[in-house]
């Protein structure tokens, strides 16, 4: 079975923003964020803070950005 | 990556998805109204308690003095909006990325009190309390 390739493209400098149903899940994607970024020579600058309804839809987001180590 | 234990300088409140800067102290209080539920049905001596509602709020005390954020503050108080509200540990640049430790959690508050103390020759001191408004998650 091939592995889903969920990869995105990381721009230093430019949030990345996040959104799923429940906490874990957007911790998840943030963490396969962060190793994605780490393996591209990024590293978190600011956020990753994970809101919870911020547009009243009961879903959880987060925005990132990562600049060059 | 979480630690086990962490320092005051690591847990950090944040507004609108931010870590806010220049921050002193912060704390947070989460607290349940309770109601005696006690009646005459009630086995033994001791009193039944149900909690009937709950509650939340986080107050952050800051040297952050610029024009900008001091307007913003004030702007935010007289709009009575409401804001995305939380907390969690924090690593990185000026320790201000979020670690997504287990204890953080976000929810929607409203600025309700808001303080700007300044004395001769000191930095300004701005401390503002977020009263939360529906569920923290």
Known sequence: MSKKNDTIAIVSGEPVTVIADSRNDVAKKLADLRAQAASEGLTPATGGFIEYNTAGDGKFSAVITFVES | ?137
């Open chain 2, 1 to 137: 990556m979480a630690l086990t234990k962490i320092m005051g300088e690591h847990f950090r409140t944040f507004v609108g998805g931010n870590a806010v800067p220049e921050a002193v102290n912060c704390s947070v209080t989460i607290s349940g109204s309770m109601e005696d539920s006690t009646t005459k049905d009630t086995v033994g001596s001791y009193a039944q308690e149900q909690m009937t509602s709950k509650d939340w709020n986080v107050s952050v005390e800051t040297r952050d003095a610029s024009l900008a954020s001091l307007r913003a503050l004030i702007t935010r108080f007289n709009s009575d909006a409401k804001v995305t509200v939380g907390w969690d540990q924090t690593a990185g640049t000026q320790n201000r990325v979020a670690q997504n430790a287990p204890f953080a959690r976000s929810g929607q508050a409203i600025l309700n009190d808001l303080s700007i103390q300044a004395n001769n020759r000191t930095n300004i001191q701005v401390s503002s309390q977020y009263q939360g408004s529906g569920a923290l998650a």
